[in-house]
């Protein structure tokens, strides 16, 4: 059975560290601030300029000049600190983001990513995807295994324009958690009920199966 997407942030949440500077991306990355694991402390960026932030707000707290990158309305931890734009993206070009956790349209066998647009669509713009893929010391992709047309999302090569080249080690679908290596997806793990088969036959490009690959434990 495919991951819910609250199932999937509480998966990649298991990847942060105790000390961790972490950009979350709009959509299902944003999750992710929901699951952090007792006892690791972290501080969440925002590349419009906040660094700390908080828990989403409660109707009654809602700030509305207190916003993340994609508008939404978000709190401050005690501790935060608030600058501008220009020296939120000087943090993240001069590599002081530890993780960035992202959503994508694409991901292929070489790392690359594409994650912006696709055209003939209405789109708002790269934002900061293409600074913190160029920058982050390292990034996972968050998204569905296939697209609602049920077409692969896991290629050999982008058709989309790219984000990013070769900056993509790690992904988590709502089918499998893979890293990439030597040209290829290696399946590392799968979601509870799905079966070997099944990740076979959504992704289109390559893939190894190691000898054992176990199922998620939530």
């Known amino acids: 059975m495919a991951l819910t997407r609250e199932q999937m942030a509480q998966r990649v949440a298991r990847e942060l560290q105790d000390g961790y500077y972490v950009n979350l991306g709009i959509g299902i990355p944003t999750l992710v601030a929901n699951y952090i694991p007792e006892g690791v402390n972290v501080m969440l960026q925002s590349e419009n300029g906040l660094l700390g932030m908080g828990p989403f707000p409660a109707e009654d707290e809602v700030d509305a000049d207190m916003i993340n990158a994609g508008k939404q309305?978000?709190?401050?931890?005690?501790?935060?600190?608030?600058?501008?734009?220009?020296?939120?993206?000087?943090?993240?070009?001069?590599?002081?983001?530890?993780?960035?956790?992202?959503?994508?349209?694409?991901?292929?066998?070489?790392?690359?990513?594409?994650?912006?647009?696709?055209?003939?669509?209405?789109?708002?713009g790269m934002g900061g995807a293409m600074d913190l893929v160029a920058a982050a010391r390292n990034i996972i992709v968050i998204m569905t295994h296939a697209d609602k047309a049920g077409n692969s999302k896991l290629l050999d090569a982008c058709t989309l324009p790219l984000t990013g080249k070769g900056c993509i080690r790690r992904?988590?679908?709502?089918?499998?958690?893979?890293?990439?290596?030597?040209?290829?997806?290696?399946?590392?793990?799968?979601?509870p009920g799905v079966s070997v088969e099944e990740i076979r036959a959504k992704t289109a490009g390559k893939l190894v199966v190691p000898a054992d690959v176990p199922e998620m434990s939530f």
């Open 73 to 124: 309305t978000v709190t401050a931890i005690t501790g935060a600190a608030i600058f501008s734009s220009a020296e939120s993206f000087a943090m993240i070009r001069g590599g002081h983001v530890d993780l960035t956790v992202l959503g994508a349209f694409e991901v292929d066998v070489n790392g690359d990513i594409a994650s912006w647009m696709v055209p003939g669509k209405l789109v708002k």
């Open 171 to 191: 992904v988590l679908t709502d089918l499998a958690w893979l890293e990439i290596e030597g040209g290829a997806f290696v399946l590392r793990e799968r979601a």
